[in-house]
């Protein structure tokens, strides 16, 4: 995958709500750019999308108590993003800790928003695996690969186990 699409990632993370860690993604499919995305965060009530002063998972490990903040993650907000303005009801229904089943997913997506994403390729910055539910959304819009920037995963998985938290 060319670096441009890393570097284009890299910078939509930087709209992230997260304070543990900013990612960013990006769905490419014959070298266009499809749709963007970055993790949103919404803590004790707050919508996603809304500034986050404390975050509440800023110590445990990744992928775990995932319902202390309810994070839409960079993956899913790209998948999602291929239809611009989405009212927050149709965001939250993807929050990490609900993890929607695939019909769910399928009924979420228009049958043409599926053909677009089927067989693109998904770049990630800022970590260095996806969960299982954005696994799961990925696959089930027939999204092919997953690929993760090595310098900003490997360190964001440094700083993970220097924590204590892998």
Same mark, same amino acid.
């Given at each position: 995958?060319?670096?441009?699409? $890393? ?41 996603? =999308? ?58 979420? $997506? ?22 299982? =539910? ?18 900003? =995963? ?13």
């Amino acid at each position: 995958m060319s670096k441009r699409f $890393f570097e284009i990632a890299s910078r939509f993370s930087k709209h992230s709500t997260c304070l543990k860690t900013k990612t960013g993604a990006i769905i490419v499919k014959n070298n266009e750019i499809l749709s963007t995305g970055c993790n949103l965060c919404a803590p004790l009530g707050l919508s996603h =999308g809304e500034s986050v002063s404390v975050c509440p998972r800023i110590t445990v490990k990744t992928g775990t108590n995932y319902e202390l903040c309810q994070p839409l993650h960079a993956e899913v907000m790209a998948c999602l993003n291929i239809r611009p303005n989405r009212k927050p009801e149709e965001l939250a229904v993807f929050a990490s800790h609900l993890r929607p089943s695939k019909d769910e997913v399928l009924q979420a $997506f228009t049958k043409e928003e599926r053909a677009t994403l089927a067989g693109a390729t998904l770049c990630l910055v800022g970590h260095y695996w996806a969960c299982d =539910g954005c696994r799961l959304v990925t696959e089930t819009l027939g999204i092919s690969n997953i690929q993760f920037d090595k310098i900003t =995963g490997m360190a964001t998985e440094t700083r993970y186990q220097k924590n204590n938290m892998t």
